[in-house]
């Protein structure tokens, strides 16, 4: 049954995003996915910051989230190294969220994701992940740090430079902020007005973390809408995260 499901995943992923995102393309993705861990070695370079423009913050958040008692940033750039079942194949990724509270419940919820990977794209948007296919996508060493960028349309839309420093610790880590909870996306995505609560579960195996704090500078393409949610050509502490282990994504019921 799950070969069945994966091949009519993949005719239908063929067909593109817009064509099928509604109930039955989620339970054709979840019953695939819920097969294997999805997601088993990524690396990724990402930071939290506090927004410099909190009214541009709140016109980025759509109406229906609540602003959180911390309002922050969140960019990361991830290459999804081990993933599956089939058809899902390796992959990377962009993204930014913003913090935010839906019915009681702080969590993040992504304002966008591109990707370059089809399938990746096609089974994100049925859970209202705003996932869209990007010109290029990379993450690779430089020196002791590392960079990632997302670029489109000849333009860099983000692009995240990490430079290591054991000391440094994030400013809403010594404040101890909560920044856990699930994601909440819009369904359709991007417009609504159905919020998808999704969340994150482990595996059964082991999962094994390594967490290489720095410093990490944001880029942003000036044609961004967010462009001007956080200062320009500034940056905070953050980390680069190599993580192994089984992980999987799932909707509320």
Known sequence: M??????IALLLASLGCG???????GWIVQRVASTQDNFRHSRSLGVLMEPAD???????????????AHPLVSFAIVDQLEVGPWPLTPYQLGSVSLR?????????????????????????RT???PKYRADHIALE?????????????GEVRLALTFAPDRDEQPAWQAAGWDVGGPTFNLMPPGEGPEVRVIRSA???????????????????????????VVSRATDAAGAFVELRGGRSLAPDD
């Open 202 to 228: 482990s595996g059964d195996g082991p999962a094994e973390s390594d967490v290489q704090p720095g410093w990490v500078s944001v880029e942003i393409g000036p044609s961004r809408p967010w462009a001007g």
């Open 141 to 153: 060493s430089r020196g002791e740090g590392w960079y990632g960028e997302v670029s489109d349309d």
């Open 54 to 68: 909190l009214e541009l913050y709140r016109t980025l958040l759509p109406d229906v989230f609540e602003m959180p």
């Open 2 to 7: 799950a070969r069945h499901a994966a091949a």
């Open 100 to 124: 935010c509270v839906h019915r009681g419940e702080e969590g993040w919820h992504p304002i966008t994701m591109p990707e370059n990977d089809w399938i990746a794209i096609w089974s994100g």
């Open 127 to 129: 859970m209202g992940f």
């Open 19 to 25: 064509v099928m995102e509604g109930d039955l393309a």
